[in-house]
């Protein structure tokens, strides 16, 4: 069964819509891998097959039945929500969100939910009702957060697609981290039934195996159409290695990334070093980042207390420190920038940075299982590259881009509003003409670090 999980999700399809295999035959290699690495890698807080088998026949959209997983923050009907938080295990709904039912009537068939630090708090992808997710790629080292068993899930060839969140890097660094794509699309694209996030940074995207597969993803999921890419357009790139000093990149990133610059010249692209106007825009979006945690969790921190994990508490506990003035100025500032990259991307139509300024950080060997606060420190001089494309309010794709010290190392691309699908189709070029991506699928043998639920 192990070929059936080898393809990419399109030719995949194209087996199920010419009747090479079945829908259920697929499940069951689904089933098989599930129950081979999830007991290692720990991608998701429920595994939901039965209900799958139930969906998996007649299946007619375009994802005509395919597997797919998605992140604990949305409602599946009948399967628990647990946003990662043991006090809400028990938290089953009785109605799907109107994103899911967008991926059902699509055709996806989802097994199941993957794992998150709670309520998306936290560097590392761990929590009490999922355990440590590990790294498919390597298991002594991060797999990012917080949609980290998304990408999992995706690296270690459980499914082909999975859904993920991302408000300030929550798809893209854990796609980096492991070797996948993940995409971060325009705002308000991918609607849900909680599109009430008070810092309007969050958005949900696809995470997939190839830029391809993520873009069929990203339609289904879109609650509206995009416009499709130009054929053979000749794109006017920036090119931006640490967005001006604004973050620090470590030499090993910045040598896989800069490999991209040759081939988009090949491939007849305009390409040129360019520094966007980010000053002071990542210690902004921290502001919003932590107002929003005050409004969507001050109240439950208040009434369950030590219930819930330490880094959503501390996450409130910063974020109450944060004045009225500092949000409206943060507010300014994002309105500033906004109209900066709209200036910017009418002189370019792509912006090119790495993903993140690290790889993905050594895994701790303690006994904790909340240690996150060493690895916001140790990333937190990376992370002003996935705070533009939030606090801009523009579409960003990250895409594999070879290795540092043999660890996955990730590319972004970012655009204007609406550029989702020029950013795929870009992305796909670059796979085409041999852009350097891992395949962690092989390295998930061996013993699990010390600390870790196995």
């Given at each position: 069964?192990?070929?059936?999980?080898?393809?990419?999700?399109?030719?995949?399809?194209?087996?199920?819509?010419?009747?090479?295999?079945?829908?259920?035959?697929?499940?069951?290699?689904?089933?098989?891998?599930?129950?081979?690495?999830?007991?290692?890698?720990?991608?998701?807080?429920?595994?939901?097959?039965?209900?799958?088998?139930?969906?998996?026949?007649?299946?007619?959209g375009p994802l005509a039945g395919l597997p797919v997983t998605v992140k604990d923050?949305?409602?599946?009907?009948?399967?628990?929500?647990?946003?990662?938080?043991?006090?809400?295990?028990?938290?089953?709904?009785?109605?799907?969100?109107?994103?899911?039912?967008?991926?059902?009537?699509?055709?996806?068939?989802?097994?199941?939910?993957?794992?998150?630090?709670?309520?998306?708090a936290g560097a590392d992808t761990v929590s009490a009702v999922g355990g440590r997710?590990?790294?498919?790629?390597?298991?002594?080292?991060?797999?990012?957060?917080?949609?980290?068993?998304?990408?999992?899930?995706?690296?270690?060839?459980?499914?082909?697609?999975?859904?993920?969140?991302?408000?300030?890097?929550?798809?893209?660094?854990?796609?980096?981290?492991?070797?996948?794509?993940?995409?971060?699309?325009?705002?308000?694209?991918?609607?849900?039934?909680?599109?009430?996030?008070?810092?309007?940074?969050?958005?949900?995207?696809?995470?997939?195996?190839?830029?391809?597969?993520?873009?069929?993803?990203?339609?289904?999921?879109?609650?509206?159409?995009?416009?499709?890419?130009?054929?053979?357009?000749?794109?006017?790139?920036?090119?931006?290695?640490?967005?001006?000093?604004?973050?620090?990149?470590?030499?090993?990133?910045?040598?896989?990334?800069?490999?991209?610059?040759?081939?988009?010249?090949?491939?007849?692209?305009?390409?040129?070093?360019?520094?966007?106007?980010?000053?002071?825009?990542?210690?902004?979006?921290?502001?919003?980042?932590?107002?929003?945690?005050?409004?969507?969790?001050?109240?439950?921190?208040?009434?369950?207390?030590?219930?819930?994990?330490?880094?959503?508490?501390?996450?409130?506990?910063?974020?109450?420190?944060?004045?009225?003035?500092?949000?409206?100025?943060?507010?300014?500032?994002?309105?500033?920038?906004?109209?900066?990259?709209?200036?910017?991307?009418?002189?370019?139509?792509?912006?090119?940075?790495?993903?993140?300024?690290?790889?993905?950080?050594?895994?701790?060997?303690?006994?904790?299982?909340?240690?996150?606060?060493?690895?916001?420190?140790?990333?937190?001089?990376?992370?002003?590259?996935?705070?533009?494309?939030?606090?801009?309010?523009?579409?960003?794709?990250?895409?594999?881009?070879?290795?540092?010290?043999?660890?996955?190392?990730?590319?972004?691309?970012?655009?204007?509003?609406?550029?989702?699908?020029?950013?795929?189709?870009?992305?796909?070029?670059?796979?085409?003409?041999?852009?350097?991506?891992?395949?962690?699928?092989?390295?998930?043998?061996?013993?699990?670090?010390?600390?870790?639920?196995?």
């Amino acid at each position: 069964m192990d070929e059936l999980l080898e393809a990419g999700a399109v030719q995949t399809i194209a087996a199920l819509r010419s009747a090479r295999v079945s829908p259920a035959q697929l499940l069951d290699a689904v089933a098989a891998r599930i129950a081979e690495t999830e007991p290692r890698l720990h991608t998701m807080t429920t595994v939901c097959l039965d209900r799958a088998r139930s969906r998996a026949a007649g299946n007619e959209g375009p994802l005509a039945g395919l597997p797919v997983t998605v992140k604990d923050v949305v409602d599946v009907e009948g399967v628990p929500t647990t946003f990662g938080s043991e006090p809400y295990r028990g938290n089953v709904p009785r109605r799907s969100d109107r994103l899911v039912r967008r991926i059902e009537a699509g055709g996806g068939v989802i097994v199941g939910k993957t794992n998150l630090p709670e309520f998306s708090a936290g560097a590392d992808t761990v929590s009490a009702v999922g355990g440590r997710t590990l790294n498919p790629a390597d298991a002594s080292v991060s797999c990012g957060a917080s949609s980290g068993g998304a990408a999992a899930s995706v690296a270690a060839h459980q499914v082909w697609l999975a859904h993920g969140a991302d408000t300030a890097g929550s798809v893209r660094i854990p796609a980096a981290f492991c070797g996948v794509v993940g995409v971060r699309p325009t705002p308000g694209l991918v609607t849900t039934d909680h599109d009430d996030d008070p810092s309007g940074l969050e958005v949900h995207g696809p995470l997939a195996r190839t830029a391809a597969d993520a873009a069929l993803f990203l339609r289904v999921m879109a609650a509206r159409s995009l416009p499709a890419p130009e054929p053979g357009a000749r794109l006017r790139i920036a090119f931006s290695a640490n967005l001006g000093g604004a973050a620090r990149v470590e030499d090993g990133v910045a040598a896989a990334c800069a490999r991209a610059l040759p081939l988009l010249v090949r491939l007849g692209h305009r390409v040129e070093e360019q520094e966007p106007p980010v000053r002071g825009v990542h210690d902004a979006c921290l502001v919003l980042l932590g107002r929003r945690a005050v409004v969507l969790h001050a109240g439950r921190v208040e009434r369950l207390g030590p219930a819930l994990g330490p880094a959503l508490r501390a996450e409130v506990r910063a974020g109450l420190e944060i004045s009225p003035e500092q949000v409206a100025a943060a507010q300014h500032r994002r309105a500033g920038l906004r109209a900066a990259m709209a200036a910017f991307f009418g002189r370019f139509d792509v912006l090119v940075t790495p993903v993140f300024g690290t790889g993905p950080w050594p895994l701790p060997t303690g006994p904790s299982p909340y240690p996150d606060e060493p690895h916001l420190s140790l990333g937190a001089a990376g992370w002003p590259l996935t705070t533009l494309a939030p606090m801009a309010g523009c579409p960003a794709v990250a895409v594999p881009c070879g290795t540092a010290g043999g660890l996955p190392v990730g590319l972004q691309l970012l655009g204007a509003p609406d550029s989702d699908l020029r950013l795929l189709h870009l992305a796909a070029d670059l796979e085409a003409a041999g852009l350097g991506r891992a395949d962690p699928a092989a390295a998930t043998a061996g013993p699990a670090p010390d600390g870790r639920r196995s």
